[in-house]
Nanobody, 115 residues
């Protein structure tokens, strides 16, 4: 059974930094990453990283956010710098399993950036 444990959200002023973590268990994961959903908006990709460390970022976070993963720990990280009020959202951990390509989501962690 796949389980995802997220941590690291919170309240920060504009220009500040936060680091999100998502520890996954119960399978091997070909893809790990983060999506976010702001109030009244659709869920959108933030960044994803493959097991081979191929990375895709949303244009809005390029140069400010850095995704990384520890394959031995099945953990994905999102370092968020130069945060803006527009980054305020619930951030969801997203993983895809090697077997069957099944998708799983974390419970979400709130990130709030004040101006």
């Amino acid at each position: 059974q796949v389980q995802l444990v997220e941590s690291g959200g919170g309240l920060v002023q504009a220009g500040g930094s936060l680091r999100l973590s998502c520890a996954a268990s119960g399978s091997s994961f070909s893809l790990m990453g983060w999506y976010r959903q702001a109030p009244g908006k659709q869920r959108e990709l933030v960044a994803v990283i493959s097991s081979g460390r191929l990375i895709n970022y949303a244009d809005s976070v390029k140069g400010r956010f850095t995704i990384s993963r520890d394959n031995a720990k099945n953990t994905v990280y999102l370092q968020m710098n130069s945060l803006e009020p527009e980054d305020t959202a619930v951030y969801y951990c997203h993983v895809r399993t090697v077997n069957l390509g099944s998708i799983y989501w974390g419970q979400g962690t709130q990130v709030t950036v004040s101006s």
